[in-house]
């Protein structure tokens, strides 16, 4: 049960190691960031400590397998196209501790590019075996597996001539809606990573570091699929053992 | 950067990792977390923006929002999460799609809606805050959304419970002329009969809507 009554969470480093809300190099966050100050809270209640615990939660056998979760078909006409691949990772605290059965779904484009979406217009094709999205609980080790394709990178209507590198969207709870994240995974050697105005709304080029996935050779299936390490860190749970008077 | 200060690697035991830092949920986030707002078939079961279904204990309630930017557009694209007390004053901290009730909600409005986004819930009841005062009964509420860079954290408060928001806690942390940015109006009742609250969420400018650093 995450109610979390003695628990505390380490502050959010906005100041350097998130992103601003307000940052002019990705155009749509200027209209869409407060000008105001958030208002800190300094004595948390059971409001903002307590969190969904994914222990129970029903998940379909496939939903965190992209390359069948969505096919059409049989045997192995019905596999999406695209490089093969299994994401795998850890969900951890910033003490290094296991962050078990919480729910982490990711979301990404296709082998071309494309996402399945409806506001998605771009020239790639759509891939009719490919929906684009798995969730899964991570396991009593914090560990969490994926497979799928590798998503394409894409062009968008920031700049004259702005391209996403290729990104797997993340999105993970931890143990309190505090922890709560959602951020982007991209690949490791992936050269339009520096013309990113969304990587770029990071100022400290280790932030981009811990969002990049390592390819994992030792780990790679012969005949089958690359394997990528992404592990994700949620912020640090201390334990409280006297009242705050 | 304070992450080469906070990295203690050579004790094990002291190790501390900086947080996985945000970035935007995008344009698309609806194919990860809101599949029938992107067109894609939903999976068996899908966290939506139904939290109280028909043995839910406590009054039914529907709250629909909007959330506008700095310039006074609808940020269409945006994705609500809820997390709320039950009827009792409890969290529901064991997620399950057969709960009668869940404390966890999503809400995305659909491409026709203009920006409309639901929720069908129950009243929440009143939480204990660590002062030994009782909360006024309050939602929480985290927006995601393109532009959004990290997530932003409010709350959606009843214009009902005047005596209780005056008196609450938590709100007492907020500027007085800008508490009125979290109080959702009562506005009449829905189809199925059920108390209609709404609330617009402005993300910048006049009446910017007050978020939360916790």
């Given at each position: 049960?995450?109610?979390?009554?003695?628990?505390?969470?380490?502050?959010?480093?906005?100041?350097?190691?998130?992103?601003?809300?307000?940052?002019?190099?990705?155009?749509?966050?200027?209209?869409?960031?407060?000008?105001?100050?958030?208002?800190?809270?300094?004595?948390?209640?059971?409001?903002?400590?307590?969190?969904?615990?994914?222990?129970?939660?029903?998940?379909?056998?496939?939903?965190?397998?992209?390359?069948?979760?969505?096919?059409?078909?049989?045997?192995?006409?019905?596999?999406?196209?695209?490089?093969?691949?299994?994401?795998f990772g850890r969900v951890i605290d910033q003490f290094g501790k296991p962050v078990p059965h919480t729910l982490v779904e990711m979301w990404q484009a296709n082998a071309g590019g494309r996402y399945r979406h409806k506001k998605d217009s771009y020239a790639a094709p759509l891939d009719p075996n490919f929906g684009g999205v798995g969730r899964t609980v991570s396991?009593?080790?914090?560990?969490?597996?994926?497979?799928?394709?590798?998503?394409?990178p894409y062009p968008w209507p920031n700049d004259p001539n702005s391209w996403r590198p290729a990104h797997i969207?993340?999105?993970?709870?931890?143990?309190?809606?505090?922890?709560?994240?959602?951020?982007?995974?991209?690949?490791?050697?992936?050269?339009?990573?520096?013309f990113c105005p969304i990587v770029n709304t990071l100022n400290d080029p280790e932030a981009v570091e811990t969002l990049t996935a390592r390819?994992?050779?030792?780990?790679?299936?012969?005949?089958?699929?690359?394997?990528?390490?992404?592990d994700i860190v949620t912020r640090g749970a201390l334990q409280t053992y006297f009242e705050n008077f | 950067m304070s992450y080469d200060r906070q990295r203690q690697p050579l004790d094990p035991h002291s190790v501390f990792l900086p947080e996985s830092p945000s970035q935007t949920a995008g344009p698309?986030?609806?194919?990860?977390?809101?599949?029938?707002?992107?067109?894609?078939?939903?999976?068996?079961?899908?966290?939506g923006n139904v939290m109280a279904g028909p043995d839910a204990e406590g009054q039914p309630i529907e709250i629909a929002g909007r959330v506008l930017d700095g310039i006074g557009d609808v940020v269409a694209d945006v994705l609500i999460e809820a997390w709320q007390a039950d009827a009792q004053g409890r969290y529901v901290t064991d997620f399950a799609f057969d709960n009668a009730f869940n404390s966890l909600g999503r809400a995305a409005p659909a491409a026709?809606?203009?920006?409309?986004?639901?929720?069908?819930?129950?009243?929440?009841?009143?939480?204990?805050?660590?002062?030994?005062?009782?909360?006024?009964?309050?939602v929480n509420l985290v927006l995601f959304a393109r532009g959004i860079n990290v997530h932003l954290h409010t709350r959606l408060y009843f214009d009902d419970e005047q005596?209780?928001?005056?008196?609450?806690?938590?709100m007492q942390r907020v500027p007085p002329s800008r508490r009125h940015?979290?109080?959702?109006?009562?506005?009449?009742?829905?189809?199925?009969?059920?108390?209609?609250?709404?609330?617009?969420?402005?993300?910048?400018?006049?009446?910017?809507?007050v978020f939360f650093d916790f």
């Open positions: 049960m995450a109610l979390n009554e003695h628990t505390a969470f380490v502050m959010r480093d906005r100041l350097h190691w998130h992103p601003p809300a307000h940052d002019t190099g990705y155009k749509t966050a200027v209209a869409r960031s407060p000008r105001q100050a958030l208002v800190a809270i300094q004595t948390p209640s059971a409001s903002e400590r307590s969190g969904p615990d994914f222990d129970r939660m029903a998940l379909d056998a496939h939903d965190n397998d992209l390359l069948m979760n969505y096919r059409q078909g049989g045997e192995r006409d019905g596999l999406p196209i695209g490089e093969r691949m299994q994401l396991d009593a080790d914090g560990w969490y597996r994926f497979r799928t394709i590798r998503p394409g969207h993340m999105s993970v709870f931890g143990p309190s809606i505090s922890t709560r994240l959602i951020t982007q995974l991209y690949f490791e050697g992936d050269p339009l990573i520096p390819l994992d050779m030792a780990r790679s299936r012969s005949f089958d699929c690359l394997v990528y390490r992404f | 698309y986030v609806h194919i990860g977390l809101a599949l029938d707002v992107a067109g894609l078939p939903e999976r068996d079961h899908e966290i026709t809606d203009a920006g409309h986004w639901t929720l069908h819930t129950v009243k929440p009841g009143r939480v204990m805050h660590p002062d030994g005062i009782e909360m006024a009964p309050h005596q209780a928001n005056q008196a609450c806690p938590f940015t979290l109080v959702a109006q009562r506005n009449g009742d829905n189809d199925a009969g059920q108390p209609r609250y709404d609330i617009v969420i402005r993300l910048q400018g006049d009446h910017e809507t």
